[in-house]
């Protein structure tokens, strides 16, 4: 495992460090992704892991980039999450740890119906690869 590219906390925006390792979820409707239909290769923003390719995004219409699949489960950790009294999957970059978003049973049926809901901000797409 290289560390070496993982970004340091003092090298995040404000905002990725809030939903990152703050576990906070940005504001819906607001992130560079949710309403983005290009191909590509999306990564963790904060250490480049591969995380999920837009083969596998969907319009859930929530407002933040969701998707059926994990690029690779081994580059993703999923973890109970009782935070706000709810039971929920929290889905976490295995590499560098950051908070990515939680893990539904909602998604598309046909795709095996889970609805990875992603925060746009902890994402960068890469659209030389899917
Ligand atoms: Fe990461």
Known sequence: ???????????????????ARGKETEAPFTG???DNHEQGMYH??????????SDAKFDSG????????PAN??????????SLGVRRIEVLCKKCGAHL???????PRDKG????CINSICLTLDKTKN
Request: charged letters at 30%; glycine letters at 8%; hydrophobic letters at 30%.
């Open 1 to 19: 495992m290289n560390e070496s590219n993982i970004k340091k906390d003092e090298e995040l925006s404000k905002e990725l460090y809030r939903v």
């Open 32 to 34: 560079e992704y949710w």
């Open 44 to 53: 963790c923003a904060i250490c480049g892991s591969e995380l999920f390719s």
């Open 62 to 69: 929530t407002g933040w980039p969701s998707f059926t699949e």
């Open 73 to 82: 489960l081994q580059n993703i950790i999923l973890k109970d999450d009782a």
């Open 101 to 107: 978003g939680h893990v539904f049973d909602d998604g």
């Open 113 to 116: 119906g889970k609805r990875y």
